[in-house]
């Protein structure tokens, strides 16, 4: 546990670029217990300024923004984990009575922005480069912070609109305010892949909640969080904000700007646990036929395992332009088998891959080839009487073996005195061949129906014949 920064008693002045109307009556969500302050230091007394308005993390240190109503002009500070003030520089001149609000941070570079104009700030020396000045249709920035996935960033303003920028400013696009009035700061969750909002609200003397926005859908999550009255506090209000991962081992945590009475500060509060979570490893090659034909259903089979042991849910190609969706979830390492159905003949290549229960996604395995053909097709022609016998041949048109053919000889009407039925199987007739089949000895009399039917599973032929029965002969008509 990092300790206190201890508590100096002096009296500081509050500022006054805070929001004033009081908006916790209309926020909505369920209210959590705040977090335990991890760390909490005092950011005014060192270098005597009581305008702290932003704060971030490079990894390494934190830096905060102040208005130099003290010392002109406005300021920018570093600080180490502890408190300790390392280096202050100045703000580049600008008409600005508050100068830099917020910080953000890209990996590389801090950013900053004002009522005319958004600067980029190196950590290595403090030396800013104005980016873009004509900021329209934004008002002014206050709240920033950089979202990679976008490669964007977002701010907010107390209840003035909201916008997303390209770092250039050549795009400037509203996002939409989700009702809330008091916004200084945001913070780019990267486990959750939302934003913090640090609100002046809910009322004096507290002032200091923040809100998790799902910047996907323009709403709050329902998560939020009233900061405690910090060390020594009596009054304080929301400055800026930011997320880490790496200030407290083991720590996922929220820093921001308390903008307070009798001093500024800045502090940090535990979010959650900051554990890693890996995607499943690439599941290997999906295992099931080779071949098959249209209309055929086929199963499938794939596994993988998730380094932290999560459930996996898992997403097949086909290879014809369809997917399984996400099936799921199944336990680590469990298999997961699905079926299929091809419409066309053809080649297909079969892939999955995986992804766990928050949403990390591994590679796409190897393919799995199958080939596609069209089924057996059975016909029957030829049908022929004569002495004691009828026959008849069974052809396989189509693109592949029909197997365990069954056949059956009928004859219904007349007197038939032996061989009324005769039945058989056609152990396999591959695609293009064909087949005679034969009744069994039939004598009897009169007029009747021989009806020949030959199946498989996917193909099945019939045919009927008028014939006569003349005692030992059969004529077909």
Same mark, same amino acid.
Request: proline letters at 5%; hydrophobic letters at 35%.
């Given at each position: 546990?990092?300790?206190?920064?201890?508590?100096?008693?002096?009296?500081?002045?509050?500022?006054?670029?805070?929001?004033?109307?009081?908006?916790?009556?209309?926020?909505?969500?369920?209210?959590?217990?705040?977090?335990?302050?991890?760390?909490?230091?005092?950011?005014?007394?060192?270098?005597?300024?009581?305008?702290?308005?932003?704060?971030?993390?490079?990894?390494?240190?934190? /830096?905060?923004?102040?208005?130099?109503?003290? %010392?002109?002009?406005?300021?920018?500070? !570093?600080?180490?984990?502890?408190?300790?003030?390392?280096?202050?520089?100045?703000?580049?001149?600008?008409?600005?009575?508050?100068?830099?609000?917020?910080?953000?941070?890209?990996?590389?570079?801090?950013?900053?922005?004002?009522?005319?104009?958004?600067?980029?700030?190196?950590?290595?020396? =403090?030396?800013?480069?104005?980016?873009?000045?004509?900021?329209?249709?934004?008002?002014?920035?206050?709240?920033?912070?950089?979202?990679?996935?976008?490669?964007?960033?977002?701010?907010?303003?107390?209840?003035?609109?909201?916008?997303?920028?390209?770092?250039?400013?050549?795009?400037?696009?509203?996002?939409?305010?989700?009702?809330?009035?008091?916004?200084?700061?945001?913070?780019?969750?990267?486990?959750?892949?939302?934003?913090?909002?640090?609100?002046?609200?809910?009322?004096?003397?507290?002032?200091?909640?923040?809100?998790?926005?799902?910047?996907?859908?323009?709403?709050?999550?329902?998560?939020?969080?009233?900061?405690?009255?910090?060390?020594?506090?009596?009054?304080?209000?929301?400055? @800026?904000?930011?997320?880490?991962?790496?200030?407290?081992?083991?720590?996922?945590?929220?820093?921001?700007?308390?903008?307070?009475?009798?001093?500024?500060?800045?502090?940090?509060?535990?979010?959650?646990?900051?554990?890693?979570?890996?995607?499943?490893?690439?599941?290997?090659?999906?295992?099931?036929?080779?071949?098959?034909?249209?209309?055929?259903?086929?199963?499938?089979?794939?596994?993988?395992?998730?380094?932290? =042991?999560?459930?996996?849910?898992?997403?097949?190609? /086909?290879?014809?332009?369809?997917?399984?969706?996400?099936? @799921?979830?199944? +336990?680590?390492?469990?298999?997961?088998?699905?079926?299929?159905?091809?419409? +066309?003949?053809?080649?297909?290549?079969?892939?999955?891959?995986?992804?766990?229960?928050?949403?990390?996604?591994?590679?796409?395995?190897?393919?799995?080839?199958?080939?596609?053909?069209?089924?057996?097709?059975?016909?029957?022609?030829?049908?022929?009487?004569?002495?004691? !016998?009828?026959?008849?041949?069974?052809?396989?048109?189509?693109?592949?073996?029909?197997?365990?053919?069954?056949?059956?000889?009928?004859? %219904?009407?007349?007197?038939?005195?032996?061989?009324?039925?005769?039945?058989?199987?056609?152990? +396999?007739?591959?695609?293009?061949?064909?087949?005679?089949?034969?009744? !069994?000895?039939?004598? @009897?009399?009169? !007029?009747?129906?021989?009806?020949?039917?030959?199946?498989?599973?996917?193909?099945?032929?019939?045919?009927?014949?008028?014939?006569?029965?003349?005692?030992?002969?059969?004529?077909?008509?």
């Amino acid at each position: 546990m990092l300790m206190f920064a201890a508590v100096p008693a002096i009296q500081g002045m509050q500022h006054t670029d805070v929001n004033e109307t009081t908006i916790m009556g209309s926020q909505t969500g369920a209210m959590k217990s705040p977090g335990q302050i991890l760390i909490d230091f005092d950011a005014q007394t060192a270098h005597g300024e009581t305008g702290s308005l932003g704060v971030e993390w490079d990894g390494q240190y934190f /830096w905060s923004t102040c208005r130099g109503l003290t %010392t002109p002009p406005h300021k920018i500070f !570093k600080w180490d984990i502890s408190g300790n003030l390392l280096n202050t520089y100045n703000q580049p001149t600008q008409s600005s009575a508050w100068g830099m609000r917020d910080l953000a941070f890209d990996g590389t570079y801090l950013y900053a922005g004002s009522e005319n104009g958004f600067w980029r700030i190196d950590p290595a020396d =403090g030396t800013t480069t104005l980016m873009f000045s004509n900021i329209a249709p934004m008002t002014l920035i206050r709240a920033c912070e950089w979202v990679p996935s976008e490669g964007m960033f977002y701010t907010g303003s107390f209840s003035l609109g909201w916008y997303k920028f390209t770092p250039d400013g050549t795009t400037i696009t509203p996002v939409t305010n989700p009702g809330l009035t008091g916004v200084y700061g945001m913070a780019y969750d990267d486990m959750n892949d939302t934003i913090w909002v640090f609100d002046q609200s809910p009322a004096v003397p507290n002032r200091c909640t923040f809100y998790e926005y799902d910047y996907h859908t323009g709403t709050l999550t329902g998560n939020q969080w009233l900061i405690p009255m910090l060390t020594g506090s009596t009054d304080q209000v929301a400055g @800026g904000a930011c997320f880490m991962t790496d200030c407290v081992s083991g720590k996922a945590t929220l820093c921001g700007m308390s903008q307070g009475t009798p001093v500024d500060r800045i502090f940090v509060m535990e979010l959650r646990d900051a554990v890693t979570n890996e995607p499943p490893a690439t599941p290997g090659e999906p295992s099931g036929p080779d071949a098959g034909i249209i209309d055929g259903e086929y199963e499938f089979t794939a596994s993988t395992t998730d380094p932290e =042991g999560n459930d996996i849910y898992y997403w097949f190609e /086909w290879g014809d332009g369809t997917n399984s969706d996400w099936v @799921g979830p199944y +336990a680590s390492g469990a298999p997961v088998t699905v079926t299929h159905i091809w419409s +066309a003949a053809g080649v297909y290549e079969i892939t999955v891959k995986a992804k766990d229960e928050f949403d990390a996604e591994s590679g796409v395995s190897p393919a799995h080839t199958i080939t596609i053909v069209e089924g057996p097709i059975l016909q029957i022609e030829g049908v022929t009487g004569g002495m004691l !016998k009828v026959k008849a041949t069974v052809k396989n048109t189509g693109g592949s073996t029909a197997n365990n053919i069954a056949w059956t000889m009928t004859l %219904t009407g007349g007197l038939v005195l032996l061989g009324k039925e005769t039945t058989g199987n056609i152990l +396999a007739l591959n695609a293009g061949d064909e087949r005679e089949i034969t009744s !069994k000895a039939i004598i @009897g009399f009169g !007029k009747t129906v021989v009806k020949i039917t030959a199946a498989v599973p996917e193909s099945e032929a019939s045919v009927e014949q008028n014939a006569t029965i003349l005692l030992f002969f059969i004529i077909i008509k």
